[in-house]
């Protein structure tokens, strides 16, 4: 059993890798839902839904959110009748949402509409909401404190960041079988996310990160930061705003407490000596996943450390 | 000051044509919610939207229900998730719910979501739901109790009824401004809908009925039934289902306690001396709103008797 730790994109992608590798009831996925947002009256989960999107092989990959060849009629629609609609939900990926509110709104947990949405796509793995109770990061900037949504897409994430902040977390729960997922896993996986505002909602829920530190699984992290910058996001520049080093290395230093493995690209081949010496095991290989053979292939090389050999 | 009681498509059409003989801020229209329904989560209110569409000029005026060239992506999408898609919302129409759904959501009441739809849609003249509260129209048939909406669109209403319920109605109120509008108008119309179902509902509203027996303004009403059958839908084979005559002679007598005025067809001439002798004036003109001519032709016709000159 395999247990991975995602945030949007890159997570869904190096999934994608894996599930080339181990089998879909063989791999649970621990989800960011610090972004998820209201929008149209619906509820939104933008982290889990690219992830589905991914693995049932309907995402828009080039455009990196939403299904591909997905039309806007009902976003054009509501920006007739007077909404803003930069938040860009196409008609099927708002079907989805329509889905999980319906869900909700019936009483059913976050998690039970994540199983009946995956279910709903075909997919074979388990996707669990890193909590069932609401946690919403939060950007301090200048101009004030921004829902993320607005801070990353309507801004783009240009606004200089002060703080990040996680608005729930201290008194949200881990969604039933995280903690089990994490402390009963042969191999966990942190995927390439944002560790600030991707994988740094999920730690935030009280039980996770010290479940990440007691299980018996090893862990491992591919660093989504290749050469001092990104493939894709802000993740870079937040890190220096936040006054951290923008560098594989530093990816390292904020799992230190549970980390046993950081998987980092040849570009970052120099760091290796640095962070060997912080007691971390490191491994050198290709990260950036162009096609779906690299994908595969950095997938194996995060897991043969750990112990399970796909 | 002219007000009208709307059911669906026949009010739709007649109301086009009264809105090219009076001024959008001189009609309100008082509109049957009891086949409001919630489907994929969303408040739908079918006669509503079916009237504001037609006077927004963008109705599907040959299928007689949603919007125009609408495509149907959404659903599709919900069919792909396991939904039952039966009742067929566009994607542009589902907008219009989502649009409602959310202001109810946060509290506004359907007479101000529906004041806002309107808007949005550029109408000026005030659209009411009969009652803010819960009125659903039920079937008893046979097979059971239906939805209206079961009954009317999945079961095509095919199904023999025993008896027409308005659930909620006793508790109901008129919506702000109905009783204003009957009480204050100048002339009031009852648009050609199914007396039963399309009326009924409204009449159920405690005080409307009252108000319409007391009002100073005439009151007209446009048979539905012309030389026994219906230009749409199944008001003759509900009213026989009813143990009625399906007749403009039974419209009026349904009517009665507030009618003065019974707009019949030319094919239903014969029938006006025993009308007449049941103390109602009669009209007998064209009643088949074939096109727009025809349609104002039609609401010159029913309002001249009510001594508003338009």
């Known amino acids: 059993m395999i247990t991975a730790l995602a945030g949007g994109v890159g997570a869904a ?3 994608q890798g894996l599930l080339q590798v181990v089998r879909g009831e063989d791999l649970t996925i621990v989800s960011n839902t610090g972004d998820d947002c209201e929008f ?10 690219i992830v589905l999107y991914h693995l049932a092989g309907v995402a828009d990959e080039e455009r990196g959110w939403g299904i591909r060849g997905d039309t806007f009629h009902v976003l054009d629609a509501l920006a007739a009748l007077g909404y ?3 938040f860009r939900l196409g008609d099927r990926d708002l079907a989805t949402c329509l889905h999980r509110t319906r869900l909700l709104r019936e009483g059913r947990t976050l998690s039970e509409a ?3 949405i995956a279910r709903g796509l075909g997919l074979e793995c388990t996707v669990l909401p890193m909590s069932d109770d609401p ?8 101009e004030g404190v921004l829902d993320f949504q607005d801070y990353f897409v309507k801004r783009a994430a240009a606004v200089p960041i002060q703080d990040i902040t996680f608005d729930g977390a201290k008194r949200a729960r881990p969604a039933p079988g995280v903690l089990e997922a994490i402390r009963d896993a042969d191999a966990v996986v942190v995927a390439p996310s944002n560790p ?4 740094g909602p999920i730690l935030a829920v009280p039980g996770i990160r010290e479940a990440l530190s007691e299980t018996a699984a090893r862990v491992a992290a ?3 930061i290749v050469g001092g910058g990104v493939i894709k996001g802000p993740a870079d520049r937040m890190l220096r705003e936040m006054g951290h080093e923008a560098s594989a290395a530093q990816v390292g230093r904020l799992y230190r407490d549970f980390l046993d493995v950081l998987i980092i690209d040849q570009a970052d081949a120099d760091l290796r000596p640095d962070i060997e010496a912080s007691g971390l095991e490191v491994v050198v290989t290709d990260t950036i996943m162009r096609d779906m053979e690299k994908k ?3 997938a194996r090389a995060a897991l043969s450390p750990l112990g399970v050999a796909p």
Chains 1, 2 share one sequence.
């Open 13 to 15: 992608r190096f999934l």
């Open 114 to 116: 994540t199983a009946e």
């Open 84 to 86: 803003e609609t930069w």
């Open 222 to 224: 591919v660093s989504p």
């Open 40 to 49: 149209y009256g619906l509820h939104v989960s933008p982290d889990v839904d």
């Open 296 to 298: 595969a292939a950095l």
């Open 196 to 199: 600030l505002v991707s994988v």
């Open 135 to 142: 946690v919403r990061t939060k950007i301090v900037t200048g």
